[in-house]
């Protein structure tokens, strides 16, 4: 059997090529990738972290009463810094690849894939006929159809990311995840005055509403930025010092004027050289040559709906861009082309809903784990919760950092712990344990009520005991 894996040197193609390497399997991986090392590496979740962090340190200094001075923020060795290490990161993800290849059954190729036919795949000068392709490609930028931008210049957080100099003002379009984590940096390690429009009531629409509350007075009040609820892009042009924003505002028409345009509106699957016009898949390219097919296009067990000999992972199916997402798909492929060549039934990814955000300079992240009240009550499920502002625990208090608060989700039948959210210092912290109590089921009654030390993880114990009371 071969397999042609494109887009091997991301997360969820890694994961694909280490588990069928061990398997009776001839691979061929091809990634054009210059130099290469997945999105998450380069572009994504580790440098933006990296960016953070210089922005999380004036934050909390800047808030710290006790301290006196705000420190600048050198972008120079931010990026300088940000370099090196994400650098190192994808040396050493291009060695596995490589490392990969000097097997027998594992070729490598460094150059640019194109789909011909069904399993045909076209790679420099020659054709390549597989058994199964997998796509891994990736996501791309997802750049709004608005009137006028195509005359405007506008930054992304690519952009974001390597600039060293930014200007006094900016507005920014989008508010999820992208949104969410730059918005901060580019306020408190840029110095900008920043508007942001968010389409919604309120951000962090996967929350129940008090948490996006809380964000948002968070960022009004603490990073001293405006966000404009309940905003509509109409559309945009340029200005001798930069652009205007025409937005309904509520009803009401508005214009919003700055030096730059931002645009953090989300990523679509990297599929528009790909060929799969060429394919029985049925997807075909728009007249702009954007391919952007239904989240329908591939099933849950990793494979596309109209080709069983054909599977996408990661970002590029549309179903979750999340890391440990793309891993965890990449190794549920590779079970099932097995299964499929096989004769044997697939499996079906399942995911327990497990996210964290980065949010408010990664000082106040946010996490959900699991259901949130509003997702268990649509799933129909009868559930007791409890709710703890961090200020409620002294630790925050001391460790200067008061805003924010947790909720958890319990069965008031069983008292199965459901679902966690946290909206507060050290929640990215606190996820892990959360994931291990809801994943395997644990009864609230039975999860330790103690605490060794003052530390952040008091706010869990508090939610522990609540639901627990109201069960007994």
């Known amino acids: 059997m071969h397999v042609v894996i494109i887009g091997a040197y991301g997360s969820a193609g890694v994961a694909v090529a280490n588990a069928l390497a061990e398997e009776d399997v001839d691979l061929t991986l091809i990634d054009d990738g210059e130099p290469g090392g997945g999105l998450c590496i380069l572009r994504g979740c580790m440098p933006s972290k990296e960016v953070l962090s210089a922005a999380a340190h004036r934050f909390q200094v800047r808030h710290d009463h006790r301290l006196s001075g705000v420190p600048e923020v050198d972008l120079e060795e931010v990026v300088e810094t940000k370099n090196e290490h994400t650098s ?57 159809d608005l009137p006028g931008i195509e005359d405007v210049d506008y930054a992304t957080s690519s952009d974001v990311l390597d600039r060293t100099e930014f200007p006094d003002s900016g507005v920014v379009m989008g508010f999820g995840y992208v949104g969410i984590e730059m918005v901060p940096y580019l306020s408190e390690a840029c110095g900008m005055d920043l508007t942001v429009i968010e389409h919604d009531e309120r951000p962090l629409d996967e929350a129940d509403p008090e948490f996006g509350d809380e964000l948002l007075d968070l960022y009004r009040e603490e990073f001293d930025i405006e966000v404009l609820t ?43 050289r790909l060929g799969l016009e060429n394919t029985a898949l049925g997807i075909e390219p728009d007249e702009a040559g954007r391919v952007d097919p239904d989240p329908a296009w591939v099933a849950d067990t990793m494979q596309a709906t109209e080709d069983s000999r054909f599977f996408a992972v990661g970002d590029v199916n549309r179903k979750e861009p999340i890391l440990h997402v793309a891993k965890e798909q990449g190794a549920v492929a590779a079970e099932n082309i097995l299964a499929d060549a096989a004769g044997e039934a697939l499996t079906e990814y399942e995911n327990v809903h497990h996210h964290v955000m980065f949010s408010g300079a990664g000082v106040y992240p946010f996490v959900r784990v699991g259901h949130s009240l509003e997702s268990a009550e649509e799933a129909g499920l009868d559930v007791v919760t409890a709710t703890r502002a961090a200020s409620d625990d002294g630790v925050f208090k001391t460790k200067d950092v008061p805003e924010g608060l947790a909720r958890l989700v319990v069965d008031a039948n069983d008292g199965t712990v459901l679902g966690y959210q946290g909206l507060h210092y050290h929640a990215d912290v606190m996820a892990k344990t959360m994931q291990v109590i809801i994943e395997n089921g644990m009864d609230v009654r039975d999860v330790p009520d103690r605490a060794y030390h003052p530390t952040t993880p008091e706010i869990i114990d508090g939610v522990v005991r609540e639901t627990a009371a109201q069960l007994d």
């Not at 700055?258 to 990523?267: P, V």
């Open 88 to 144: 190192n990161f994808a040396g050493h993800r291009r060695a596995a690849v490589h490392d990969l290849a000097e097997r027998e059954n594992v070729e490598f190729v460094h150059d640019t894939a194109r789909l011909v036919g069904d399993h045909t795949v076209e790679v420099g000068d020659r054709e390549i006929e597989a058994d199964y392709v997998v796509v891994a490609t990736g996501s791309s930028v997802n750049v709004p």
């Open 230 to 272: 309940e905003a509509h892009e109409q559309s945009i042009e340029a200005t001798d010092d930069g652009v205007r924003l025409h937005v309904d505002h509520d009803g009401a028409e508005k214009t919003v004027e700055a030096d730059e345009l931002y645009l953090f509106t989300g990523r679509r699957p990297t599929l528009d």
